[in-house]
């Protein structure tokens, strides 16, 4: 069976500027993100994962900027979108959820309102079909404009790497600067001149679409009109008929229960109506009902009513994800998302975004710094470092086969799953990120380190088809390194704990 690939992310770079210099957050990765599963991304705090994973969003920090590489999302490049198109996109079909619920919910607005919120402001049905009729040309448009953006972006970090490049004498940096501003202006008229033919095409496609949506909004009220005039009079002959009989006689109170039938298709049709033209208060609340029982909020129609402050950080984790979930998104990015909590809830909300994924066959990424959250939630993980994917494979891969270094010092950080004891924290620190290094990051770190791994950079070596390490250990000249004692144990203990889960699977069917 071919897998559907939902994202792709291709040689991404992304840099903020800062008084200091470029901070280099994210250096070149590219991974790919299949329909219904799991994705882990593992590292240490700072290697460039939320980094990563805003930009898939569309919501980095002012400071930074995609340099290079490509975010595709269903064929589209994440990347290059302006704003508004990402407002299609983000919170719609990729959903996200953070480390802490508080930080992502308003502390004086009730839940309810907060869950339906989205719902209700993207709710205009006349508008949305509009929009999905002109919405190519709309953002064609937008993106030829963000082009000019990201032109003046790029050429800004350029002249910024050269200001601050000690190896380039003044009078040279005069002329390369110089030379960028001409480029950039020559680019920027190219730009321009071609903006004005997609700005036509936006706005013809948009008055087509005017009509079109004009004459059905036209056609819903005119059946509207004749259905209600219709309800109406009957009404009207239900109530005459229950003036014949007397009060309190049986004919009369079954006439009354007719009548008040009727009364009732009245108040559903003309629901019904509204929906057509836009998402309805009462709508979205049978709606946040729903999705607040799936994300396993008990007694959600008195939740609904009260504030964040008055439920616990599981539950409110819980609020946050329900929100996520209200607009059917096909993907869900967790970042951090049990960090905040203590273990049991951990495993509570663990095993939640486990079962939405299988339910929904959502595609999840999952970020964290405990490879050891890992181990039951993702199908797949990438261990980040430094900015770099340095090992990515199969859970089995990662867990009882891995080959880079970093991962080996990963695992044996994992506090113990029985004694909860921390074995090893990794010694050193990670690279200043100002001046990433030139080689493998994790080299000052490595114990097994090769002379090579401080001057080149390792490309990444093929285990399998599906598990590749970026380290020069894997060289066929490298000398061979047996993983470290701890690590070995760790993967025996891994290996007995699975065996036992499996065995246990199988008294249970
Ligand atoms: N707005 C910003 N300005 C400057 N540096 C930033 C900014 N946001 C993140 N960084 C830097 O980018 C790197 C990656 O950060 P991040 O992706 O948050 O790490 P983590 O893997 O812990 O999620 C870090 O060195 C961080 O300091
Ligand atoms: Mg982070």
């Known amino acids: ?91 719609n079909k990729i959903g996200m959820i953070f480390q802490d619920p508080l930080s992502s919910l308003n502390p004086t607005m009730k839940i309810g309102k907060q869950i339906t919120e989205a719902m209700l402001i993207n709710g205009d049905r006349i508008k949305n079909k509009m929009v999905d009729m002109y919405h190519t040309e709309y953002y064609e448009y937008l993106n030829k404009k963000k082009e000019l953006d990201l032109a003046r972006k790029n050429a800004k970090t350029r002249i910024f790497e050269i200001q601050l490049d000690d190896t380039i004498s003044k009078q040279d940096k005069k002329t390369q600067i110089a030379s960028i501003k001409t480029e950039l202006k020559v680019k920027l008229s190219e730009i321009k001149a071609e903006i004005p033919s997609f700005k036509k095409k936006y706005i013809e496609k948009k008055e087509e679409a005017k009509t079109i949506v004009k004459a059905d909004v036209a056609q819903i009220k005119a059946d509207e009109k004749v259905e209600l005039q219709s309800l109406k009079s009957n009404l009207a002959e239900q109530k005459k008929l229950l003036e014949t009989f007397t009060k309190d006689s049986e004919d009369y109170s079954n006439q009354l229960k007719n009548v008040n039938k009727v009364k009732e298709d009245i108040r559903n049709n003309r629901e019904n109506f509204k929906r057509k033209l836009h998402v309805t208060k009462k709508e979205a609340y049978e709606r946040a009902i729903e999705i607040m029982n799936e994300v396993g909020i008990p007694e959600p129609e008195k939740r609904f009513n009260q504030y964040p402050f008055q439920f616990s950080g599981g539950m409110r984790q819980r609020v946050v994800i329900a929100i996520a979930l209200m607009a059917d998104p096909e993907v869900l990015i967790c970042d951090e998302p049990t960090t905040a909590l203590d273990v049991t809830i951990q495993g509570q909300i663990l095993n939640l975004i486990k079962n939405l994924k299988k339910q929904r066959d959502l595609s999840v990424i999952f970020i964290t710094h405990d490879l050891g959250v890992v181990a039951n939630v993702a199908d797949r993980v990438a261990v980040m470092y430094a900015g770099k994917i340095v090992e990515y494979g199969t859970s089995e891969d990662i867990f009882y086969n891995p080959k880079h270094p970093y991962t080996w010092a990963l695992l044996s950080s994992v506090p113990d799953l029985d004694t909860k004891e921390k074995l090893l924290s990794i010694p050193g620190t990670p690279p200043d990120m100002l001046y990433p290094p030139k080689g493998d990051a994790f080299a000052d770190r490595n114990q097994f380190a090769l002379k090579i791994d401080f001057e080149e950079q390792p490309p990444f070596f093929k285990i399998s088809d599906n598990h590749y390490a970026a380290t020069w250990l894997l060289h066929e000249d490298a000398p061979k390194v047996d993983m470290p004692v701890i690590v070995k144990d760790r993967i025996e203990k891994y290996k007995a704990q699975e065996k036992a889960f499996q065995q246990s699977k199988g008294a249970q069917a």
């Open 1 to 91: 069976m071919k897998k559907e690939k939902v994202l792709e992310v291709n040689n991404l770079k992304i840099s903020f500027r800062t008084p200091n210099g470029l901070v280099r957050a994210v250096r070149e990765i590219s991974f790919d993100l299949y329909k219904g599963e799991t994705l882990a991304i593992v590292g240490e705090s700072g290697s460039g994962k939320s980094v990563t994973n805003r930009a898939i969003m569309g919501i980095l920090a002012g400071n930074g900027i995609i340099d290079d590489g490509s975010i595709l999302y269903r064929e589209q490049d994440l990347a290059k979108l302006s704003e508004a198109n990402f407002h299609a996109i983000r919170g």
